[in-house]
C-alpha cells in the first residue's frame, strides 16, 4: 500500500493523509497544510511560487 512514498524522494501528499500515517510503510517527504483538492492547490500554488 503506497509504495510510490517510498521510491520518490521528492513526494508530496495532501494533509489528509495525517489520518492514515500510521498505518503506511512510507509517507511522502513533503505533506501540504491543506486536505484534498485545496492540498493540490496549494501545492501548485507553492511550485508556481518557487519558479519565479
Known amino acids: ?3 510510490l512514498f517510498a521510491f520518490f ?3 508530496v ?3 489528509n493523509l ?3 500515517e500510521d498505518r ?3 509517507t511522502p517527504a513533503y505533506v501540504t497544510e491543506a486536505p484534498s483538492g ?3 492547490a496549494e ?3 507553492a511550485l508556481l511560487a518557487a519558479r519565479g
Open 1 to 3: 500500500m503506497w509504495p
Open 9 to 11: 524522494p521528492h513526494a
Open 13 to 15: 501528499g495532501t494533509a
Open 18 to 20: 495525517r489520518d492514515v
Open 24 to 26: 503506511m510503510p512510507a
Open 38 to 40: 485545496a492540498g493540490f
Open 43 to 45: 501545492l501548485a500554488a
